[in-house]
């Protein structure tokens, strides 16, 4: 495997960072207290830990090793594989243009934040609750949406190794940074006890609840990039020596204390502040101004939080965007540069679509008032396309392939011992697959 035209990752750390790039972003630091917030608390963190592991790993192994053993894209991965199971690529290429129908509105979010740190957020007289209402209807909305999907085309279209990889290494070291200054600033805050406890003192009835459990796996899957082909492609350009395992398990980690650390910093400020756990996806951006206003510099905070935030989305927004661009490019034999723009261009309408459109629903006795494309491109995909999609991978790498491939994979072609491997094998065949299906089944309300 010397040897190979279609471009790879520099190294080791290389794969760690493209990976932890695509998975960290929104989804820890905005999507994580919004739903921990509005589903129990410390009960849904109890969860999602359990999920990282019983879940998101395993599948993610499976993931790589698809993609690192046939060097292709989501769906000609598979197909290489068996033909039969090529639809499970193109429900991650489904999964991938639901999540741009709204991922990049809420980076478009992190951007204005970014900018009116300088502008009116600080200096206006109206609360930060009321001014996010109003940046909603503004048409700024849309214009920070499109400036977000041109500047990953740009990066995109300056190729995979040279974009992404720059991209990613930036950025990590210093959103961690930021967030522990954060995470310690905020325990000063009065009344801060209250969002600890919020946070970290479960209540283990809730914490069984069907709708704690699904929404907590739905969240595993969404922040660890898992279950759409995101990690096949990537791995497709992984080096035949990385070491899979521990990409995954550091790429976990590190995802898992993101989001920990904005629960850290969101709960105690959102207590202190008297605002509700609940508010739901404007959460941080009406929390993490209160925490601002009273800092030091305030305007210089909040700009560089948000451009850091800015920059690890679109560590995350390049990840999903390559998944589609990866798919017209090899499966429809068009240039980069067109499957680039075909995918921008299918973004900014999804997008639109997502911000223009809110309906109701009154079908077969479910009756939903204002419900946005927003709300069901985020639902569909995190709780019911991510989920299925992992729960087939286990059946696909753990039942129907044989047992040589992922162990050929996992141990490098017997160059690694892969001590943990009848462990994996274990959990990607009964517990993983089981659990998904118990819990699908126990939140349609069978068991
Ligand atoms: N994991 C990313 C985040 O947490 C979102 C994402 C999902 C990226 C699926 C790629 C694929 O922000």
């Known amino acids: 495997m010397s040897e190979q035209p279609r471009a790879s990752f520099g190294g080791k750390l290389s794969a760690i960072l493209v990976a932890a790039g695509s998975a960290i972003g929104l989804g820890s630091i905005w999507r994580f207290p919004y739903m921990a917030g509005e589903n129990g608390g410390a009960a849904f963190l109890l969860v999602y830990l359990i999920c ?11 993931e790589f090793a698809v993609g690192r053993a046939t060097k292709k894209n989501a769906v000609g991965g598979y197909r290489s594989l068996s033909r ?27 951007l204005e934040y970014m900018v009116s740190s300088f502008g009116g957020l600080y200096t206006s007289k109206v609360t930060f609750s009321e001014q996010f209402a109003q940046f909603q209807i503004s048409p700024r909305q849309a214009i920070y949406t499109v400036i977000f999907i041109l500047l990953t085309h740009l990066i995109i279209i300056r190729g995979v190794v040279k974009g992404i990889e720059k991209a990613s ?23 801060a006890g209250e969002g600890y406890l ?14 704690t459990i699904f929404k907590a796996v739905g969240q595993a899957f969404f922040s660890l990039s898992v279950g759409m082909g995101c ?26 204390m993101v989001a920990v650390l904005a629960g850290l910093v969101i709960f105690p400020a959102v207590f202190s502040a008297g605002l509700e756990p609940a508010e739901g996806a404007s959460l941080i951006f009406i929390t993490l101004p ?16 948000f451009l850091l935030l ?41 997008c639109m679509v997502s911000l223009l459109w809110v309906f109701d629903i009154n079908f077969a006795g479910i009756k939903v008032e204002n419900i946005s494309c927003f709300d069901i491109f985020d639902y569909l995909s995190a709780n019911i396309l991510m989920p299925l999609g992992g729960l087939l991978t286990c059946i696909f790498v753990a039942w129907w392939m044989k047992q040589k491939f992922l162990r050929d994979e996992i141990t490098n072609y017997g160059k690694m011992k892969g001590r943990a491997f009848p462990l994996l094998w274990f959990t990607l065949r009964y517990v993983t697959p089981l659990l998904i299906v118990y819990i699908f089944v126990r939140n349609l309300g069978l068991m």
């Not at 950025?171 to 805050?189: K, N, Q, S």
């Open 52 to 62: 990282v592991f019983v879940v998101g790993i395993p599948v993610m192994l499976g």
């Open 84 to 110: 039969s199971w090529q639809w499970l690529g193109y429900s991650g290429v489904l999964c991938a243009l639901l999540i741009s129908g709204y991922y990049y509105i809420v980076a478009g979010w992190s």
């Open 169 to 191: 290494k930036v950025m990590m070291p210093a959103l961690l940074v930021i967030l522990i200054i954060m995470a310690v600033r905020v325990a000063f805050m009065p009344g």
């Open 198 to 211: 919020f946070f970290l003192k479960p209540d283990f009835r809730e914490a069984f609840s069907a709708e």
């Open 231 to 256: 990690m096949v492609t990537y791995a497709s350009y992984f080096k035949q020596n990385n070491n899979l395992t521990g990409t995954s398990m550091s790429v976990a980690l590190l995802t898992l």
């Open 290 to 305: 209160e925490i601002f206003k009273d800092m030091p510099l305030a305007q210089v905070w909040s700009a560089a939080f």
């Open 310 to 350: 800015t920059l690890a989305s679109l560590t995350s927004t390049i990840s999903f965007h390559e998944v589609l661009t990866a798919y017209f490019a090899e499966e429809y034999n068009l240039s980069r540069k067109w499957a680039t723009r075909l995918t921008s261009a299918l973004s900014v309408v999804l």
